[in-house]
């Protein structure tokens, strides 16, 4: 289980995106979309409100990002400006680490028209 993370003072940078919308979800790692789409369904929870990692290297850095496990297909995607955390210490492993970091969350999703 997971909070979200945003600034309160500066408002919906996600253009309603999920992050926006919850103040808390499961986050999935370790699993495939349709693992966690189906550990959803079978405990009776809403996939469309929570979250799953997206692991990404770059420069040799661990810049992984959550996104909603349910997502519009056909959209440009990017940040929207808030995070994911837990105070558990059971959470992601990031370069090889646990962490208590907050994760981003690449929540907002774009029509290019």
Known sequence: ??????????????????????????????????????????????PTTQFILVKRELWGEDHSFAEPLCKPAQKHQCFGGNFIYTSNGNFYKMGGMKTNSPIPVHDRFEDWN
Do not use: K, P
């Open 1 to 46: 289980m997971v909070s979200v993370y945003r600034d309160a003072c500066i408002g919906d940078c996600t253009g309603g995106g999920l992050s926006s919308r919850i103040d808390s979800g499961l986050f999935f790692w370790n699993c495939t979309r349709q693992e966690a789409v189906n550990y959803c369904t079978e405990h009776n929870i809403d």
